[in-house]
């Protein structure tokens, strides 16, 4: 028998809850942060579990909107009794459940989102895998510089997703002087771009368009744009879905650039991704993408800070375990936590979609 364990944990069964969308216009982002996550914990779960417990994802529905993402967490925390929130989608809705995250306590890892608010003022229980927006926007920034572009429009979602990624190109854009000619927005979970099109691509065009959506209303704007023969360049964050993206595209998608914040699912040569695609083969899923593989990613450094925790597992040390990863390497990809850092990586990997369909760095 163990020590009385914290909620969630029970001798043979840990609980960890994810808000994240299967439905709506981000839906694709969701399945595949959670499908890559079930994978491994699957893989953990046949091998007997951590000190013999198996991992339970309980994962709910938001539709990315951040009023449900609020009370699918009240639910996760007091209904199905979490031990830990894991692999939340987006921006908006890990906001909303920022304060009820803070109150309780609770370990909220590897969030699918590189907004400032998760880091930003340091957040003890708060652990990001993922690179953030200001570092995929410097990475960006610097990539048009050297190509002698001066100017940058910005298309962002009308939520705190697109904020943060709006403040992002405005600090990098003033770092690498230049000058943000116009901008405009998109509802969430919406592709009316037509405003945006007028504005960005007609009325004021740039040398770039930098675009902070989720992939429909992205596809949407570049399809409308290359109709009204834009050449682009695009550049879009990592939030954006690369594959989804790719999918909603189809002829259009040629010369876009994606940054992604993972390494690549599809390397050959990396024993992270390696390890991936042998652990989605063995659950039975026969094609790889970037969601699922940080999906992956974030189920391996919670499965590793649950095995450090020991055997009388509670919240505090599972806390104090994920502190200790310092630069954890996992093959190919490094985690830095530390008692005052909780931003575990700065990777960044420029791609760009061919007239194929593939995605390459």
Same mark, same amino acid.
């Given at each position: 028998?163990?020590? =009385?364990?914290?909620? /969630?944990?029970?001798?043979?069964?840990?609980?960890?809850?994810?808000?994240? &969308?299967?439905?709506g216009a981000a839906a694709e982002l969701g399945k595949g942060v959670s499908r890559g996550a079930n994978a491994y914990f699957d893989q953990i779960n046949k091998r007997g579990g951590i000190h013999g417990r198996k991992i339970r994802l309980v994962t709910l529905d938001d539709g990315y909107e951040p009023e449900r993402a609020a009370l699918n967490t009240k639910k996760l925390l007091e209904t199905e009794d979490a031990f830990a929130l894991f692999g939340y989608v987006g921006t908006p809705t890990s906001n909303a459940?920022?304060? =009820?995250? $803070?109150?309780?306590?609770?370990?909220?890892?590897?969030?699918?989102?590189?907004?400032?608010?998760?880091? &930003?003022?340091?957040?003890?229980?708060?652990?990001?895998?993922? &690179?953030?927006?200001g570092d995929? &926007?410097?990475?960006?920034?610097?990539?048009?510089? $050297?190509?002698?572009?001066?100017?940058?429009?910005?298309?962002?979602q009308d939520d705190a997703y697109g904020s943060a990624g709006l403040a992002a190109m405005q600090e990098a854009a003033a770092k690498y002087k230049l000058t943000i000619t116009a901008t405009a927005t998109v509802k969430r979970n919406s592709v009316d771009v037509s405003r945006a099109v007028e504005e960005l691509v007609i009325r004021k065009p740039a040398n770039a368009i930098f675009i902070v959506s989720t992939y429909k209303s992205s596809a949407a704007f570049i399809s409308a744009a290359r109709g009204r023969n834009s050449v682009g360049p695009f550049y879009n964050v990592s939030f954006v879905g690369t594959e989804a993206l790719v999918n909603e595209l189809k002829q259009d998608g040629n010369g876009v650039i994606v940054t992604q914040v993972v390494p690549s699912p599809y390397s050959a040569i990396k024993p992270v991704a390696q390890d991936y695609q042998k652990t989605m083969k063995a659950a039975g899923i026969n094609t790889v993408d970037y969601p699922s593989m940080e999906g992956y990613l974030g189920a391996r450094?919670?499965?590793?800070?649950? $095995?450090?925790? /020991?055997?009388?597992?509670?919240?505090? $040390?599972?806390?104090?375990?994920?502190?200790?990863?310092?630069?954890?390497?996992?093959? /190919?990809?490094?985690?830095?936590?530390?008692?005052?850092?909780?931003?575990?990586?700065?990777?960044?990997?420029?791609?760009?979609?061919?007239?194929?369909?593939?995605?390459?760095?």
């Open positions: 028998m163990f020590a =009385q364990a914290e909620v /969630g944990v029970t001798d043979s069964e840990i609980t960890i809850g994810q808000s994240a &969308a299967l439905t459940s920022l304060s =009820q995250i $803070k109150q309780s306590g609770v370990p909220f890892i590897a969030p699918y989102t590189g907004a400032n608010s998760l880091r &930003a003022p340091f957040i003890r229980n708060v652990f990001n895998i993922r &690179a953030s927006y995929e &926007a410097m990475e960006i920034a610097e990539f048009m510089s $050297k190509m002698g572009m001066s100017t940058v429009n910005i298309l962002y450094i919670l499965v590793e800070g649950i $095995k450090r925790a /020991g055997r009388d597992l509670n919240r505090e $040390k599972l806390i104090t375990a994920l502190e200790g990863l310092n630069n954890y390497d996992m093959g /190919g990809f490094r985690v830095n936590f530390s008692g005052t850092n909780r931003s575990g990586s700065q990777f960044i990997d420029m791609t760009i979609l061919d007239r194929t369909g593939k995605i390459r760095s």
